[in-house]
Nanobody
Framework: QVQLVESGGGLVQPGGSLRLSCAAS????????MGWYRQAPGKQRELVAS???????TYADSVKGRFTISGNNVKNTVHLQMDSLKPEDTAVYYC???????WGQGTQVTVSS
């Protein structure tokens, strides 16, 4: 069993920044990728960003140039630096680990003035 603990969500004004963190622990044999999905009310969950153990990074088009993902293979952690936040970034953000389909509990990010 793998546990994911997230931190760093909150309320921020448009144009502001937040940093999300996720730490994986438990029966981890080999992590291929870690990253973040988000789900806004009434919308499907969507991939925000991911990073593989080999360093390959993927971003959603909507966050390119504003969000930066970084991972640590030794500590099994992943961070998401979110800058220039917009109201449309408001969502619950979920950390994930692959393979295995493990998810964090979710952390709320609200961008509002």
């Amino acid at each position: 069993q793998v546990q994911l603990v997230e931190s760093g969500g909150g309320l921020v004004q448009p144009g502001g920044s937040l940093r999300l963190s996720c730490a994986a622990s438990g029966s981890i044999l080999s992590i291929y990728a870690m990253g973040w999905y988000r789900q806004a009310p009434g919308k499907q969950r969507e991939l925000v960003a991911s990073v593989t153990s080999g360093g390959r990074i993927t971003y959603a088009d909507s966050v390119k140039g504003r969000f930066t993902i970084s991972g640590n293979n030794v500590k099994n952690t992943v961070h998401l630096q979110m800058d220039s936040l917009k109201p449309e970034d408001t969502a619950v953000y979920y950390c994930f680990v692959a393979p295995g389909g493990y998810w964090g509990q979710g952390t709320q990010v609200t961008v509002s003035s």
